[in-house]
């Protein structure tokens, strides 16, 4: 399985990295979020992943949903590049990430090609 997509989001793994994205703007709620992690999780095959995960388009997330991901979001991850789309969101990320017990790397990129390049110099120490 190279991809999985629902309405709302596509999963695929590129050189050994899972991505995602949203479709279109989107509000995360606790019913969306666990279809979500769901998918990833399938994807994944049980298989720990380097993520980058592209939430450009997540307008907002319920204080459900939120839980939810602190709680199981970090399930097979080996560490996690997100994606923003502006400089303040990328700040604010950066803050909550120092807030929240964050158990793997994770970082915020404003460029997709940039937590790639986080996400394979982690690869790379890992050998």
């Not at 949203?22 to 049980?46: A, C, Q, V, W």
Request: proline share 2%; aromatic share 14%.
């Amino acid at each position: 399985m190279d991809s999985i997509e629902n309405q709302h989001i596509r999963f695929w793994i590129e050189n050994d990295i899972l991505f995602s994205e949203y479709k279109h703007p989107f509000d995360m709620t606790l019913e969306n979020s666990k279809e979500i992690y769901e998918m990833r999780e399938k994807i994944s095959k049980g298989v720990p992943q380097f993520f980058c995960y592209d939430i450009s388009l997540l307008k907002s997330m319920t204080s459900d949903a939120r839980k939810y991901g602190e709680k199981y979001g970090q399930n097979n991850l080996q560490a996690s590049a997100i994606v923003v789309n502006t400089v303040f969101a990328k700040f604010i990320y950066s803050i909550f990430l120092q807030i929240y017990n964050v158990k793997i790397p994770t970082k915020a990129f404003k460029t997709r090609n940039d937590g790639v390049n986080w996400l394979n110099s982690l690869k790379t120490q890992n050998k």
